[in-house]
């Protein structure tokens, strides 16, 4: 199994483009997370999935996700800001009390 | 927002020592996990105890959970230099949303 992979590793990006940073599991997880991580502030919940078709919403506007299916989680910078340069990690788990597993994340940078 | 807050923000202790730290979170859970994060590389889950757990136990580390007072610790035995890292904890409320703490930075000199 690949795990949780995640493209690009890196990106930069001018203040306005948009972009879709791309995540995939292949164990059959139910459970997908976005995360972003800033220094000294630990990881903050972007958006969870709990299954296919379902998609729930942590921070406001900013970012979009679909989960058309199992394997993929991909989230969309709209309008990106500067306030959006950080590390973005993705995770899945098979049930919500499973341990959680990540891809090693997108290093991004807005303009 | 983030649910849990560890303490100590930041420790340094010698090979061999005990490191211990804590975690407070705000509503009711339905587990709590621990990861720990190396320098520049992922995240790696360590340990979870369930909600209606006290205490569990995983090589050399020892995990508590007082659901009463919403906290828990993480306690790491006769420490080596390669436990150099971060920790967070993470709690799963009953929706299945999993959310982190800021982490403890654990530095282990030789």
């Known amino acids: 199994n690949a795990g949780v992979t995640q493209t690009p590793k890196f990106h930069i990006l001018k203040t306005g483009q948009s972009m879709t940073l791309q995540c995939a599991q292949d164990?059959?997880?139910?459970?997908m997370s976005w995360y972003r991580q800033d220094p000294g502030m630990g990881l903050r919940l972007i958006y969870y999935?709990?299954?296919?078709?379902?998609t729930d919403k942590e921070v406001p506007n900013g970012y979009n996700v679909s989960r058309l299916n199992t394997e993929d989680f991909p989230l969309r910078l709209v309008s990106a800001a500067p306030s959006q340069t950080s590390v973005y990690l993705c995770?899945?788990?098979?049930?919500?009390?499973?341990?959680?597993?990540f891809g090693p994340g997108t290093r991004l940078t807005v303009l | 927002s983030q649910q849990g807050e560890e303490d100590p923000q930041a420790l340094s202790i010698q090979e061999g020592e005990n490191a211990t730290m804590n975690c407070s979170y705000k509503?009711?859970?339905?587990?709590l996990q621990w990861y720990r994060q190396n320098s520049g590389r992922g995240l790696v889950h360590l340990i979870l105890?369930?909600?209606?757990?006290r205490e569990k136990h995983s090589g050399r580390l020892r995990v508590t959970l007082d659901t009463s007072k919403k906290s828990s610790s993480l306690l790491i035995t006769a420490s080596r230099a390669a436990d150099t890292a971060s920790y967070f904890c993470?709690?799963?409320?009953?929706?299945?949303?999993?959310?982190f703490g800021a982490g403890t930075q654990v530095v282990v000199t030789p």
């Open positions: 999935s709990a299954a296919a078709g379902t």
């Open positions: 509503t009711s859970i339905n587990n």
């Open positions: 995770a899945s788990r098979y049930r919500s009390y499973n341990e959680q597993f």
């Open positions: 105890i369930r909600s209606n757990e």
């Open positions: 164990m059959n997880h139910g459970y």
């Open positions: 993470a709690t799963t409320d009953s929706w299945g949303k999993l959310q």
